[in-house]
């Protein structure tokens, strides 16, 4: 797994407090992805009317927007209401995805891929997947449950067939350098390295994977485990932080 630092602000956070720079510049760095005139429009009337509209009606008007605003849409989507969508040229959808009401897809950054999602894939109300300049991606068959959030700051890899509890957190955005006394600890950079899950994993409701962490295939997280480090494949672990609990290739009792 790759590690690499920053130091201090990025870029659009410099751009974002830059007084020469108009509101509007700044609103399109942030939820657009570029400053054309088209694509501002094109993004404000998907906003305004298509976002909030309730019933059949909405699921349709929004499936065939996205197929042109987005970077990618396979057949089938099921996008539902209030579904806040940032830089969505980088976002790329494959077949039957459904997400589901007030979901944040933000594929925010200055040179990242973004979002991917694979075929059928599903994520629950107001789940958020965060770019903060890093890659998301999430394989086919995977499902992942109401209100949880995966971050990445470099990339974070979600296999095929992975099953998240609710409020899971995947903390990919690095870990904030501390070593100095005399400097903010926003002007020292972080460190970070991003996140992978292996396929048929299942997380448990309510756990933290911190950043840095490799989740094997076939493992389960049990529900309020906090991960902070590598979990072999086929293993369950539990716990505060989460310890090695069994390996699931070795039958117990008769």
Known sequence: ???????????L????TDESTSSVSKYQDINVGNRRKGSLIAYELYT??????PGAIGYLLRKMCLKRLLGACGSGLIMGRGV???HPAKIRLGSNVAVDDYAVLDAKGESNSGISLGDNVMLGRNTVLSCKDGD???GNNSNVAQSCFIQSASKVTVGEKVLFGAYCYLIGGGDHKSESTELP???????????????????????NVLDGVNIGRDSIVGSGSVVTRD????????????????????????
């Open 1 to 11: 797994m790759k590690e690499y630092q920053t130091q201090g602000t990025t870029r």
């Open 13 to 16: 956070q410099g751009a974002l």
């Open 48 to 53: 305004m009317f298509l976002m909030p509209l």
């Open 84 to 86: 806040t969508i940032r």
């Open 136 to 138: 998301i991606i999430i």
């Open 185 to 207: 600890i926003m002007d020292q950079g972080q460190t970070i390295k991003g996140i992978n899950i292996g396929n048929n994993s299942w997380l448990g409701a309510s756990i």
């Open 231 to 254: 979990v072999e494949e086929y293993t369950v672990v539990v716990g505060v932080p989460a310890q090695k609990k069994k390996d699931r290739r070795k039958k117990t009792g008769p």
